[in-house]
């Protein structure tokens, strides 16, 4: 049997999936906020303002500019909206719109005013069952995708036969697929190691070179890893974090990476909207530096290079005098 996808979202990262998909002989129902962006698509082939060089098989793709209708005609849900914007898109939607169809989540951060996961905003909000839904992590560019480049993606999920069944819709010879049934592990993996390449960028753009840059990301890997510990043992739930070194090292070194972009702007001076506006992109590490504050808040605890990328992000702290501390943190 085949599933039919709907996708959500037509950032980068939803435009690689459904360059993906279509490219193995699938058909997507592909839905986009702008019908601007619809017209145009649907015109000339071309995604008018993300992965502007690949040109899509519009006999596979059926677009969409009504959200609620994308999902109904679907059974498999994947959702690229920016976790800033998911619950604006999707909150008015019937509350069991999603009874049978199966999740699969591909953004990397936490709901900014809920500061949850998206299975746990989806569980209390849609009655969502953790095995509905699977999630995807890299390490994996969307431009490299579109230059077909070969990548790798991880799909997690506790139902391992749900994991099973998506990933080969998305195996070929430029992308190979990891099953994996830590799907928190991914997820707080993916939220963390984007605000460490936010704080990446912020060093590249204060000139720090690259054997602090080596010293800082070893220490944000065992942060990682420590913060991992201590939600495994608030959800009781395992975490093989040694799989996430190399997503979390593409972001940080990578010129793709979006965050590592954000961050340097930062770090070269500029204000958090004047780097929003100059590059008119969402970079989510952005989001996510609150959301990790808030959770590690509440549990009481601390990330000390995390904790210090939010304060200069969120509460104007000096990026200078901040990474003098960072510094100090390091060894």
Avoid at 60 to 79: K, P, Q, T, Y
Avoid at 122 to 143: D, K, M, R, T, W
Avoid at 193 to 212: E, V
Avoid at 257 to 279: D, H
């Amino acid at each position: 049997m085949t599933h039919q996808f709907a996708i959500l979202g037509n950032g980068s990262w939803s435009s690689a999936l459904v360059k993906i998909l279509t490219d193995n002989g699938y058909s997507v129902n592909w839905w986009m906020r702008s019908k601007i962006a619809i017209d145009h698509l649907r015109n000339t082939h071309h995604n008018p303002h993300y992965l502007k060089s690949v040109n899509y098989d519009m006999k596979r793709i059926h677009l969409f500019d009504d959200v609620a209708s994308c999902i109904l005609e679907s059974d498999i849900i994947l959702i690229g909206i920016p976790s800033a914007f998911i619950t604006e898109t999707i909150s008015h939607l019937p509350a069991d719109i999603f009874e049978k169809k199966m999740i699969l989540s591909a953004i990397k951060g936490i709901l900014p005013e809920q500061h949850v996961l998206l299975n746990e905003y989806l569980e209390s909000a849609f009655h969502v069952s953790i095995n509905q839904y699977c999630c995807i992590a890299g390490p994996c560019h969307a431009e490299e995708i579109a230059s077909e480049k070969l990548s790798y993606l991880t799909f997690a999920s506790e139902n391992i036969e749900l994991s099973a069944l998506i990933a080969p819709y998305f195996a070929n010879q430029y992308l190979k697929t990891v099953l994996s049934n830590d799907v928190f592990g991914v997820q707080y993996a993916a939220v963390l190691k984007n605000i460490y390449a936010l704080g990446a960028g912020i060093a590249h753009g204060l000139d720090y070179g690259d054997n602090f840059q080596s010293v800082y990301i070893t220490n944000c890997f065992a942060e990682l890893q420590q913060f991992m510990d201590v939600i495994s043992a608030q959800t009781q739930h395992h975490y093989n974090t040694s799989a996430y070194l190399g997503d979390l090292l593409v972001t940080c070194y990578s010129l793709h990476s979006r965050n590592r972009t954000f961050g340097n702007f930062i770090g070269k001076g500029y204000s958090v909207s004047a780097t929003k506006l100059e590059l008119n992109m969402v970079a989510e590490g952005y989001y996510a530096s609150k959301g990790i504050y808030e959770i590690c808040s509440k549990i009481k605890y601390d990330l000390p290079i995390a904790n210090r990328i939010y304060q200069i992000l969120w509460m104007h702290q000096s990026a200078a005098d901040t990474f003098e501390e960072i510094e100090m943190i390091c060894h």
